[in-house]
């Protein structure tokens, strides 16, 4: 564990340093604010607008964010040699995956929570308070952008090359939003077999549309959605770490 | 981690993930496919939004883009003379298909197609109701207006009044009802009534965008009134 | 009794592009030990072997066939490399982080309880001299500053055997001094020392033996008292075993 939080702490503290990351925080607000503005078209529903936009404005940035930072996590520091002097130390490599995976997670959060607390701010200030759990919201976004991240860290090591991985990663954000069609053509679909392939296909990439707090949210039970939200994210987050880890222990340096 | 143990971690995790996946979709409200969405020129806009996981925000444009059509038209979506706000249907399928909980929208939508008298389809008003009724429910709204307009399909004015002063108070209620139903009064001569609704509408920060037209009805009916009582 | 061998080590790398399989030696068959308490100095060409003979030794690479044993454990062991310390040719380090919180990285990675950990890693800043500089980032260091901090994560943890990949290539005199006098400082502390250099002058300074590679295979190994007294015999020696394997032709003078 120690050696876990000793590459989380450096991970962390090199992103929350760089340059982009700052500047991806404060375009992050600029979005907010030009939310809040073009929320003035939506009349009667401004505070539903300056809440969606806001959200949107929080996934778009941790979202791209989370997969540029995890596809350049590993590659770059083996690029750079980096990585030698980590691994040359009493560290097993799958303890410096982590420590890389959940530092960046950290910075990322942090930028989003910033981000999310000066939406709240502009929510209850302006009495635009929303219907359900803003937090829950915001922890149903960092779970689609974790769960993005394992996914761009598992392309990137198997892939070898920052532009397919990040361009993977993209099919497979939209891919994780097509599920309900994929699943609605499976239904429609006479043949037993190409229904099980198209279905097959549809469970590759996590389901985001039901990560989607807004979709739960009025389903009427956010608790037991939420519970089985959080071991989604777990379980396909760690079935992606874990074959990281072994592409990553099978790499020569 | 040896691999024999990662790829052990990776096959448990995986099932888990699979068995989650069942649950997890019964609790998870199912949108519906944009096999579902009505042809309309936004098409390839509203696809590209959900699949890129912003479907609240791609239905808040279609509020907007439904604003925009009943202020100033939309060009990609011309009216043919003598037939105004025709695409106004469309455009509230369209909204409640990327988000079926917009109760506002089932509402506005239902308000012109039913009330509007240059529009007067109460049909598909009751349509898109009912359609609230299947995708949002719980709304206890859409049952008011449906029976607001069969009152008014039997010509029971007063009690169709009635039922959408009820409607007043609800924070779901759409501007647009108000002034509907403002209107309604002021061409029954009920003059007091009328104002109080406009006089809401000043109050409401949420409708600046209608307190010109408040402000004009107010100082109409005010004037109405002097000359009901001069004369 | 040894603290690293190598045996009967091959090291192919194979590179596919396109479909077409390319195959490099590395290594042709290196055996290899070094003694506990010896200073150990490889010499060879470019391409000769020598980083890739210590990036197995460091479990970075996997040999493709033959044995890397380091304290008597074949490689990788996670336990043998908390006793090693490891300086590569260049200052690999993160460069958005300061001298100290490198330093501290590495205390931290080297399992140095953390409440000696401070003191420790002052204690090494200030032995190598960058007790001043300690708290800029590497960003703003020189090239001396970040080998200082290389050699300092290599030593933070009091390692038993410490392997260094070309030490003072590139280094100005007076610090290829420093380098020297640190290597016999710390065999003078019992410690095990491997390093690999083009130098001939600088290794024949501190080793007590030395193995010259040449295309992956070690030519000939020579001690101390091959060459003391003897000006000009490690040269002659270098000269007469190795061969260009880099594909590069003399220089013609005529």
């Known amino acids: 564990m120690d050696t876990i939080k000793a590459v989380f702490d450096y991970t962390l503290r090199e992103h929350v340093r760089s340059r982009a990351w700052l500047s991806a925080a404060l375009f992050g607000l600029v979005l907010l604010g030009a939310g809040a503005i073009a929320s003035v078209l939506a009349v009667n529903e401004r505070g539903r607008m300056v809440l969606d936009l806001g959200l949107a404005a929080i996934l778009a940035i941790g979202l791209v964010s989370m997969v540029f930072l995890t596809v350049r996590l590993v590659l770059q520091e083996i690029e750079s040699r980096a990585v030698f002097l980590i691994l040359t130390h009493p560290v097993r490599r799958w303890h410096y995956l982590l420590g890389r995976f959940f530092g960046t997670l950290a910075a990322v959060a942090i930028g989003m929570a910033g981000m999310g607390l000066v939406h709240w701010l502009l929510l209850e200030a302006f009495g635009w308070a929303p219907a359900g759990s803003y937090a829950l919201a915001w922890v149903s976004i960092l779970g689609q952008v974790a769960l993005m991240g394992a996914l761009a860290l598992l392309l990137s090591l198997a892939l070898t090359s920052e532009a397919a991985a990040m361009a993977f990663s993209v099919f497979f954000w939209v891919l994780g939003h097509f599920t309900p069609e994929l699943r609605y053509i499976a239904e429609r679909s006479g043949s037993g077999p190409l229904r099980g392939l198209i279905l097959a296909f549809a469970r590759a990439a996590p389901d985001f549309s039901r990560l989607d707090y807004a979709g739960a949210r009025h389903a009427g039970t956010p608790a037991a959605w939420a519970a089985w939200a959080v071991l989604y994210v777990l379980a396909y987050g760690t079935a992606c770490l874990a074959l990281s880890a072994e592409l990553f222990e099978q790499k020569e340096f | ?138 709304q206890r709204l859409y049952l008011l207006y449906i029976a607001a307009l069969a009152y008014k399909k039997e010509g029971d004015v007063p009690k169709m009044i009635a039922l959408l002063d009820s409607t007043l108070k609800d924070p779901g209620t759409p501007t647009l009802m108000k002034e509907i139903l403002a209107n309604l009064y002021k061409s029954q001569g009920r003059y007091a009534k009328a104002l109080e609704i406009w006089r809401d509408i000043l109050d409401d920060p949420a409708a600046a965008s209608d307190h010109p037209r408040a402000r004009l009805q107010i100082e109409e009916i005010r004037a109405l009134e002097a000359a009901g009582r001069g004369s | 009794m040894k603290v690293l061998a190598l045996r009967g080590v091959r090291k192919v790398y194979r590179r596919s592009h396109l479909g077409r399989l390319t195959e490099t030696v590395g290594l042709d068959g290196l055996d290899l030990e070094v003694e506990r308490g010896e200073v150990f100095g490889l010499l060879g060409l470019n391409g000769s072997g020598k980083t890739t003979a210590i990036k197995l030794l460091m479990g970075l690479h996997l040999p493709t066939c033959g044995t890397v044993e380091v304290f008597g454990k074949p490689v990788p062991d996670i336990e043998s490399l908390a006793r090693i310390g490891y300086a590569p040719e260049a200052a690999y380090l993160n460069r958005a982080l300061t001298g100290r919180e490198n330093i501290r990285l590495f205390a931290a990675l080297s399992r140095i309880p953390a409440c000696e950990r401070e003191a420790r890693v002052l204690a090494m800043l200030r032995r190598v001299g960058l007790e001043r500089g300690m708290d800029q980032r590497l960003s703003e260091y020189s090239k001396g500053m970040l080998q200082r901090v290389s050699l300092a994560q290599a030593l933070i943890h009091e390692p038993e055997l410490v392997i260094l990949d070309e030490p003072v290539t590139g280094l100005d005199p007076l610090a290829i001094k420093e380098v020297r006098a640190l290597i016999l400082w710390l065999k003078g502390k019992g410690k095990s020392v491997l390093f690999s250099s083009h130098d001939i002058s600088e290794v024949e300074k501190v080793c007590d033996r030395i193995g010259i590679l040449s295309g992956g295979r070690l030519a000939r190994v020579m001690t101390q008292e091959e060459w003391q007294g003897r000006p000009g015999a490690l040269e002659e020696a270098f000269a007469a075993s190795v061969t260009r394997t880099d594909g590069v032709g003399e220089i013609r003078l005529d």
């Open chain 2, 1 to 138: 981690m040896p691999a024999a143990r990662a790829l052990a971690v990776f096959a448990l995790s995986a099932v888990v993930a699979v068995a989650v996946d069942g649950p997890l979709g019964r609790l998870s409200r199912r949108f519906p496919p944009l096999t579902e969405l009505p042809a309309t020129p936004f098409c390839a806009q509203d696809a590209a939004l959900v699949e890129l996981g912003f479907r609240a925000a791609a239905a808040d444009l279609a509020w907007v883009q439904m604003l925009e059509y009943m202020g100033n038209g939309l060009p990609q979506l011309p009216d043919a003379p003598g037939h105004p706000y025709a695409h106004i249907a469309v455009l509230a399928s369209r909204i409640v298909s990327l988000d079926p909980s917009f109760h506002r929208a089932y509402l506005y939508g239902a308000s012109v197609l039913g009330w509007f008298p240059q529009v007067a389809r109460p049909e598909q008003a009751v349509a898109l109701l009912q359609e609230g009724l299947r995708r949002d429910p719980g």
